[in-house]
């Protein structure tokens, strides 16, 4: 029995040996108990995305710098394209700017190439021009005087002669078909006037002209205040027939003093160079208007001359007021034969109903000046 043991075991001994060198290939056969294998089915790979940075701690209001609103591009017309650029005047700088040049748009604009503060401006208009006639008609000429105190502020003395000065076609008509007329305050009449007062020049700016030059214009705001000279008409032109033949008496006006006067305009002034102007204006000036005296005489005055014209008694023996000028309804017109004594009735009858009115006489202006 013992050596049947041993035997087994020498047998079991000598087959582990080669059941070690068997070939890897050959694998041994599953047992009928042994589960069975199952083939996992392939998984879907994700894109991989990329790993974010931890969220930083939110600073605190205080310490947040503010952010500027984002800025929108600015709209255009023009092509986005580039346009060649093969003449050689289109590289000329006109100014400073490429005026010439297709691919360049100039969009600033620059300061004053002039500047105004501490120059003096000398202005003519040859040619002002009632533009709101409707009693009166006025066609004159204008000097204003300006010292520009500061850039856009100043002081300026002005004077303007009307050499035509008359009543509107309207009234004439209406004297010489239904005798009739407007009052005489309403009709009075600007001869001169002179005025102090300011400027200003809000706005300015300047646009190109024939391509190749760049011009100065300002806005320009004014008002003053002064006196002016009036007169009215006593009698109109008339027609006057001595020994068979006509001729033609003139208008004739009598002076109504000084009245307060005052004006508002503005226009613009385009300026050429360093030291040459153009202006356009438009000015409104007021007048006070009311006739009580007709070349110094009163009502009273003109009663005392239509006696002592009846009476025959000189008119300097008369004791007129010391403002009536009576040489000027005396005497006879040496080359038309009119006698200046009818007048009188004419100008009794403008101050026995005084009248009194406020007029804006607005005309045009236009001049040049010279800047130094």
Not at 47 to 62: K, L, N
């Amino acid at each position: 029995m013992r050596s049947t043991s041993l035997f087994a075991f020498l047998l079991a001994a000598a087959a582990a040996p080669a059941l070690a060198q068997a070939p890897a290939s050959e694998k041994p056969t599953p047992s009928e108990t042994a589960p069975i294998p199952v083939k996992p089915e392939p998984r879907q790979q994700r894109p991989i995305e990329p790993e974010q940075p931890a969220a930083e701690p939110a600073p605190s209001v205080e310490s947040q710098p503010p952010v500027a609103p984002p800025v929108a591009p600015l709209a255009t017309s023009e092509p986005t394209g580039l346009q060649p650029v093969s003449a050689p005047e289109e590289q000329v700088l006109v100014n400073g700017a490429p005026l010439h040049n297709p691919n360049v748009s100039v969009h600033v604009v620059q300061k004053k190439r002039f500047a105004d503060e501490g120059r003096h401006e000398l202005t003519l208009y040859p040619m002002v021009a009632q533009v709101n006639g409707r009693f009166t008609e006025h066609f004159g000429t204008a000097f204003h005087y300006t010292y520009h105190l500061q850039e856009n502020f100043g002081l300026q003395l002005s004077t303007q002669y009307n050499w035509y000065s008359n009543e509107s076609l309207f009234n004439l008509e209406l004297i010489d078909k239904v005798r009739e007329q407007a009052q005489a305050a309403s009709a009075l009449l600007l001869l001169w006037g002179v005025q102090a007062g300011v400027e200003v020049t809000p706005l300015y700016g300047k646009f190109a002209f024939y391509d190749n030059h760049l011009l100065q214009f300002s806005l320009v705001l004014s008002g003053g205040a002064g006196l002016g000279s009036t007169r009215v008409l006593v009698r109109p032109e008339v027609s006057n027939e001595v020994d068979g033949k006509t001729f033609t008496v003139p208008a004739r006006f009598g002076d109504t003093g000084s009245k307060f006067l005052g004006s508002v305009g503005g226009g613009f002034r385009v300026q050429f160079g360093d030291s040459m102007a153009l202006r356009l204006e438009v000015r409104d000036q007021v007048y006070t208007a009311r006739v009580d005296r007709v070349d110094g005489c009163s009502l009273q005055d003109f009663q005392k001359l239509e006696d002592g014209r009846s009476s025959g008694t000189p008119f300097s023996e008369l004791g007129l007021t010391g403002s009536c000028q009576y040489q000027r309804f005396d005497g006879v017109d040496p080359k038309t034969h009119k006698n200046y004594r009818e007048d009188i009735v004419l100008g009794k009858d403008l101050v026995g109903n005084p009248s009194s009115d406020v007029l804006n006489n607005l005309s045009f202006y236009g001049g040049f000046s010279l800047l130094f």
